[in-house]
Each structure stands twice: as structure tokens, then as C-alpha cells.
């Protein structure tokens, strides 16, 4: 009887948290195409597979140019997460920016911050396929800042821009200061190289993500 009540609370406590992450439709890692990028760091996508970095509270950053994968392999991510015990929150920048900036109390929107910033684990897909006012490059430094050194994020994104601005500045230096991963997409067209051991790399990695260069101090 006693295993039977853990079952089940294992088994509501993971339908709740699939509820609450709105990851959505997804294929598995398992239909995914190895071959369809030109270049893919698989060892380094085998290695965020083993999710040491949420327990880090480290980020990934999926990088590289529309439809090469990434929100793919973030939905894996999210899902694989959920089924060891974290909880997760997925969201698109936009759907998440725009619903943040719609907060119009000063009691609404912690509130609102607190969907984003409570979870072991927030994916943020499609960060800079749009172009944000600084406005919402303010919401994303608050998420960012909130969530640094204690909750992991995964980032997709590819090479569009973030207008240059001192949060713009701070979310490129809090993002890839604990950054478990460099780019690891590629597609026809040629991506940056990077070298991980180096605080070149970080520079080169802010300019591919945002167009523009934020260097860290």
C-alpha cells in the first residue's frame, strides 16, 4: 500500500509539472537528424544531456541559424528534465517579454517574474529572432538576474540583435559567465569559431547572440 501512495504521488507531482512547463508538441531525440546541420558539437549535446548544469545553476546557449534543430533539442531538454523531478517553465522571449511587459501594477508584475525565476530550469526559445525596445531588454536583464548562479537557463537563438544598452551589456555577461556550452549549431552558412578556455570566446559568443559587442568586464 505504502509503495502504492508513492507511486502516485510520483505520478501526479510529474503530470503537474509537465502542466505547468507548457513545453507543447515535440518530436524525440530520437527522430532527430545529425546530418541536417553541416556542423554539430555532439559531444557537447550528449554532455548537456546529463543535466549537471541545472544542479550548477549553469546556462545553455543553443546557438546557431534558423532550422538546425535548437528548439528541439530544448524541448528534449525540458522534457528529460521533468521526468528526473525538476521543475521547468518553457516559453519563447516573446511570448514571455510580452506578457511580462503587460503587467501594468507595481504588485502584478513580481508575480508575474516569479513564473519565470522559480523553476529549476527556464527554456527561453527564440531569444533575438525578434527585435526587443529596451523595455523589454529590461524585462529579459531582470529574469536573467534573477535567476544568476542559482537556477539554470537554456537560451536558442541565432544571430539576430538586442539593441545595444547597459541591460543588454549585463544580460550578455551574466548569460555566458556560467555558460556550459558554446555555439553548437551551424548551417550552409559559416558560423564564428570559438575557443572555450578563453575570454576571447565570451566576446565572440556576445556578438553572435545580440549583434553588437558587449564585452565583460
Known sequence: MLGYEETERARRSLERRIKNALIGAFKPMADFDWKWPSKIDRSAID???????????????????????????????????????????????SDMLHELASQETDSSLPRRLRRYCHPDLLVIDEVGYLSYDARYADLLFEVVTRRYEQRAIVVTTNKSSLPPSASANGLCSQLCAHCSSSPLFASRDSMPTTDRSTSTTRTRLFDTIFGQTHRAA
Open 47 to 93: 554532455d548537456i544531456f546529463l543535466f549537471q548544469f541545472i544542479d550548477e545553476g549553469a546556462n545553455v546557449i543553443l546557438l546557431g541559424p534558423n532550422g538546425t534543430g535548437k528548439s528541439m533539442v530544448a524541448k528534449n531538454l525540458a522534457h528529460q528534465a521533468l521526468l528526473r523531478g525538476y521543475t521547468v517553465r518553457f516559453t519563447t522571449a
